[in-house]
């Protein structure tokens, strides 16, 4: 069954007939940027080609779709300044600890002595803590994706001496804020797991708003090219609605009871994004009710103040807000590679120089 999925979503025949239909559409119109805010579609379009499919006049950019990558360097500093100065046992997610922060990583950190523990849930990190006779702080990043997991945890009330540091991001916020910045969007694909909690409705609020189309695309080829073939008509006929081609796991409400959970534990706040700067109301904090658990009020972490930091000539930045494409940068594939990453993109499996270094190094 999942092979005839594959093959289908996969299907030369029907890519090459979305592929020459993109090209009969974007005859004659002006030159076209399409923003995609999750790190899964970068993999998809790079990985298949997908860019070498498109007229010239249709350019595909990334935006802020890897949660890694705009974790502020300043939040690394303080979990990793836990371990070793507070005998903190810090759990995170693998794709976060090479991240350089402002003064050290997390793996940079164990090496001196910091006890940092990857693992893959939350649940393993309260597993922990259950285990052991010291404090347990789980670094709690991402998007609306992980955010409920997070929330349906703290609902269980885990013991004691397990805290979280909360710096979930929420992408609605983010989008309006390049909108609002300027940046040069014609229109969106939107991020096919953020939507399977959000739904269709966040969304519909921007395309009227800032008259800006945007198609929510699962994470196959011809998700993809129905997507960008659906935006170019919309920009074409100057229309600015929603469709919603992932209908297969988005609805139009979202997942109700993971945004139940989600706004019963957390409130909004403002956030800073690495490389992009503060945007309003784009994160997420515990409720009062809940601050046993905080990490920041336990440990009295001071409010984080980031400045956009990023290594000398790094222009992670720039392609987080779709003004440059990963090759672009300066240091890409020379001084910054997956083995010695400079900047925070080239380190996850979901950053952009990242995917793009993988596959196209070859022809560089």
Partial sequence: M??????????????????????????????????????????????????????????????????????????????????????????????????????????????????????????????????????????????????????LEILKNPPENFSTFVTHKLIPPAMEFLLKQGCKIDGFICPG???????????????????KPMVIAGFEP??????????????KEGEYSVYNEYSRAVKEEGNIEALKIMEEVFECNNSWWRGIGLIENSGLKLKKEFENFDASKKFNINSIKEENFMPKDCRCGDVLKGEIMPEECPLFGKSCNPIHPIGPCMVSIEGACSIVYKHLIKIL
């Fill in 222 to 235: 011809l998700d993809i090219m129905i997507g960008i073939l659906n935006l170019i008509i919309q920009i």
């Fill in 2 to 151: 999942e092979g005839d999925f594959l093959k289908f979503f996969r299907n030369k025949k029907i890519i090459e007939k979305i592929t020459k239909r993109i090209w009969e559409e974007a005859k004659n119109i002006e030159n076209i940027k399409i923003m995609h805010v999750c790190g899964t579609h970068e993999w998809t379009i790079t990985h298949f080609g997908i860019r070498s499919l498109l007229p010239n006049n249709i350019k595909v950019i990334a935006g802020p779709g890897c949660p890694v990558c705009v974790t502020p360097a300043s939040e690394i500093d303080a979990m990793a300044n836990l371990s070793l100065e507070k005998n903190v046992i810090i759990t995170t997610f693998g794709d976060v600890f090479r991240v350089p922060g402002l003064k050290t990583s997390l793996m940079e950190a164990k090496a001196m002595g910091g006890e940092i523990r990857i693992v893959y849930s939350i649940s393993e990190s309260i597993e922990i803590a259950k285990k052991v006779n010291k404090e347990v702080v789980h670094f709690s990043i991402g998007f609306e994706t992980t955010a409920p997991t997070t929330a």
């Fill in 193 to 211: 797991h953020v939507s399977t909690i959000i739904g269709v409705k966040p969304y519909r609020k921007l395309a009227e708003i800032y008259k």
